[in-house]
């Protein structure tokens, strides 16, 4: 029974329901489905730009005058990450694509009846707009050494925690179950995956491979031992498969690295928030392969050597500031996609779709690759004496 309670097996509970339930449902029973789906996604929503405050600017202020260095090594590592990510996706491109028989086939799938109703629940600001607020406001209240501020955000955060804990975690699995039968009814899981199911394949072993080298790094930089921040992922991992959005599966990932016994807690509250936002290697190495793969379909060739490196080192910089939505990395890039690659609207079309049909795999790796990436701003700060806050944080 206390597995049952257990938020992984609440997830996977919920996958499997709502994959069944839309496999049968009328399309009267998915109108109440896709309706409760949308206030779920909405109120969801609704509360990311409130956890990036509610962590990141007050972890800044707890970082005192090394707020400004850590901020420049999380973005540099995240891009990092980022580039070689797609690099390695490419070159495996230019390997295994040749050789593949690839045919296309992305019509046929059935349309989601509509809400019955539209209950909008708007974000106070974007999420893009949090991230930079939060930036700023923490860095701005170290600089001029604002006692008020600071206590104001760490009282914040303590109401944040508390709408995490009492509301984000507990309609996650809700939200996963009407995910998938919508995915179910509209005939993406039996109808679309099948014909990429390869292709498919293949990325989520680069995303496995990809880990393991982020892993490793981090283990070896830091002097830790990187599977006790890997081994707490699972739930994160299943959150971010069912919600295909690192910024909605920002409040289970928190939880998952907090459990951690290697990652400082002033570290893990300020890195895990920013890099959910700006370290996106798993859809970076998916649409890197992805646009190969379609331009190979469409075109009869994959793009130049030149053109695909190009495209990899601006398709960092582009994820930086691609937002943590479902799909949010390709719709960042499409200006690339255009100019860098040549693609047409039949192109960028058919990159959409079959990107679509394994975000929640890349956005899972993206989740997961953050407790690395927070392993080495924890050993990075152990090897430049930068003090360790103490933050009592119960998830």
């Avoid at 406001?137 to 501020?149: D, E, H, P």
């Avoid at 570290?267 to 959910?276: D, H, S, T, V, W």
């Avoid at 679509?356 to 090897?383: H, R």
């Amino acid at each position: 029974m206390n597995l049952l309670k257990s938020l992984p097996a609440k997830l996977v509970l919920g996958l499997l329901i709502g994959t069944i339930v839309g496999l049968w449902a009328p399309e009267g029973l998915m109108t109440i489905i896709v309706t409760i789906k949308y206030i779920l996604g909405q109120l969801i929503t609704f509360c990311v730009p409130l956890i990036i405050i509610g962590f990141i600017a007050p972890s800044i202020t707890k970082l005192g005058s090394s707020a400004s260095r850590m901020l420049a090594v999380a973005l540099t590592i995240a891009y990092v990450s980022s580039v070689c990510a797609a690099l390695i996706s490419m070159t495996a491109g230019f390997t295994l694509i040749p050789g593949m028989n690839i045919v296309s086939s992305v019509d046929g799938l059935r349309d989601l009846p509509g809400v019955a109703f539209q209950l909008d629940i708007p974000q106070i600001m974007s999420v893009m707009s949090a991230l930079v607020f939060s930036i700023l406001l923490g860095l701005a209240a170290v600089w001029t050494k604002a006692k008020v501020i600071t206590a104001v955000l760490d009282e914040f955060q303590r109401i944040v925690l508390d709408i995490v804990t009492k509301v984000v975690i507990p309609i996650l699995p809700f939200f996963i179950a009407t995910t998938f039968a919508g995915l179910a009814y509209d005939g993406t899981i039996t109808g679309q995956f099948p014909v990429f199911v390869k292709v498919i394949l293949i990325v989520m072993i680069g995303h496995y491979i990809w880990l393991a080298v982020l892993y490793g790094v981090a283990g070896a930089y830091s002097g830790s031992n990187p599977w006790e921040v890997l081994k707490h992922y699972g739930p994160a991992y299943l959150t971010a498969v069912g919600t295909m959005s690192s910024a909605a599966t920002l409040s289970v990932a928190l939880s998952c690295a907090k459990k951690s016994k290697v990652l400082r807690s002033d570290m893990l509250e300020f890195g895990i928030p920013l890099f959910a936002n700006i370290h996106l290697c798993g859809s970076v190495l998916t649409e890197t392969f992805f646009v190969m793969v379609v331009s190979k379909i469409l075109y009869g060739r994959l793009p130049a050597l030149g053109s695909m490196v190009l495209f990899c080192l601006l398709l960092g910089i582009f994820a930086i500031g691609a937002p943590g939505v479902p799909g949010g990395t390709v719709m960042a890039s499409l200006g690339l996609i255009i100019s860098v690659l040549g693609f047409d609207e039949t192109g960028t079309g058919l990159m959409l779709t079959i990107f679509a049909l394994q975000d929640s795999f890349g956005t899972a790796c993206n989740v997961t690759g953050d407790g690395a990436l927070t392993l080495i701003l924890t050993g990075y700060a152990k090897k430049h004496n930068i003090k360790e806050e103490k933050i009592e944080v119960n998830l």
